[in-house]
């Protein structure tokens, strides 16, 4: 599963309105930190889940060779 990266453009100042645009005062800028810490924490689900499916297939694919390994060498024993 692909995780899509947010765009660079979104995190530098420039494309931030000033923090009397963002509703003034500390508020705007709690928000945005709690916006911000769902985003990182939406990100490290699908990251989890991504690296257990990868270490599934890892398993699976071992188990894999590992068969093949062992159908060479008894077929060798022959």
């Known amino acids: 599963m692909a995780v899509p990266c947010p765009e660079s453009h979104e995190s530098s100042p420039e494309a931030s309105p000033p923090p009397s645009a963002q509703g003034g005062g500390s508020g ?3 928000a945005d930190v709690g916006r911000k810490m769902e985003e990182v924490v939406h990100l490290l689900e699908e990251l989890k889940e991504s690296v257990t499916e990868l270490g599934d297939d890892v398993a699976g694919i ?4 590992e ?3 062992k159908k060479i060498t008894a077929e060798a024993e022959r």
């Open 67 to 69: 068969n093949v390994h």
């Open 62 to 65: 071992k188990a894999e060779v």
């Open 28 to 30: 705007g800028a709690e």
